[in-house]
């Protein structure tokens, strides 16, 4: 989202990361200032994100999908930007 000068990928509560490689829901990271996010299993970008009940109707995963070590669908995702901040470049109208 674009709040004035500054870029914020933070997620909301109820979102899930899905790892179209992994076929799992997993924990991710994000790549850059966008909504980008590189699995923590197998390091790859192929990551979906959506409410638990988009991704499992989307991609017609069971019920019984399984989850990477250390998720926790009762818990929402807090998925920070990365602790090496990028410099955004800032255009100026002429």
Not at 82 to 93: F, G, L, M, T, Y
């Amino acid at each position: 989202m674009r709040f004035g000068n500054r870029t914020e990928n933070e997620l909301k509560t109820g979102v899930i990361f899905y790892c179209k490689d992994c076929e799992k829901i997993v924990k991710v990271m994000p790549v850059g200032r966008k909504f980008v996010y590189r699995c923590n299993i197998c390091k790859t970008k192929n990551v979906a994100f959506g409410t638990e009940k988009s991704i499992r109707n989307f991609y017609r995963l069971p019920d019984d999908l399984p989850l990477a070590e250390g998720v926790d669908l009762k818990q929402p995702a807090a998925i920070k930007p990365a602790d090496n901040p990028v410099q955004e470049k800032v255009i100026s109208k002429a």
